[in-house]
């Protein structure tokens, strides 16, 4: 049973920093690419980050291109999302993801197998 699990949420002032982290288990984490989402209060959830097997082949939506960073441990078995710059439109729930070789390439969520349950990140301006 796949498991992700993210922390580092919480409260910032606009223009800070936080990272997220995913830790992922139950599955063979260096086949799977990795993602992640968020959802904003009223609106639906859109794509933030992928990031493929190998960390090589990475994506950003453009509202965060340029202010966020997508990484990988394969030998921790864990995602990271760095985000700088954070502004008040950022504050959402993040979700970590995982999608298999089966689901094919792609950004939507349709593309992503499983999910974490998500982290609040809130910034105030």
């Known amino acids: 049973q796949v498991q992700l699990v993210e922390s580092g949420g919480g409260l910032v002032q606009a223009g800070g920093s936080l990272r997220l982290s995913c830790a992922a288990s139950g599955l063979t984490f260096s086949t799977y690419a990795m993602g992640w989402f968020r959802q904003a209060p009223g609106k639906e959830r859109e794509f933030v980050a992928r990031i493929s097997m190998n960390g090589i082949g990475i994506y950003y939506a453009d509202s965060v291109k340029g202010r966020f960073t997508i990484s990988r441990d394969n030998a921790k078995n864990t995602v990271y999302l760095q985000m700088n710059s954070l502004k008040p439109e950022d504050t959402a729930v993040y979700y970590c993801?995982?999608?298999?070789?089966?689901?094919?390439?792609?950004?939507?969520?349709?593309?992503?197998?499983?999910w974490g349950q998500g982290t609040q990140v809130t910034v105030s301006s």
């Open positions: 993801a995982a999608s298999s070789p089966a689901r094919g390439w792609g950004l939507r969520e349709a593309n992503f197998d499983s």
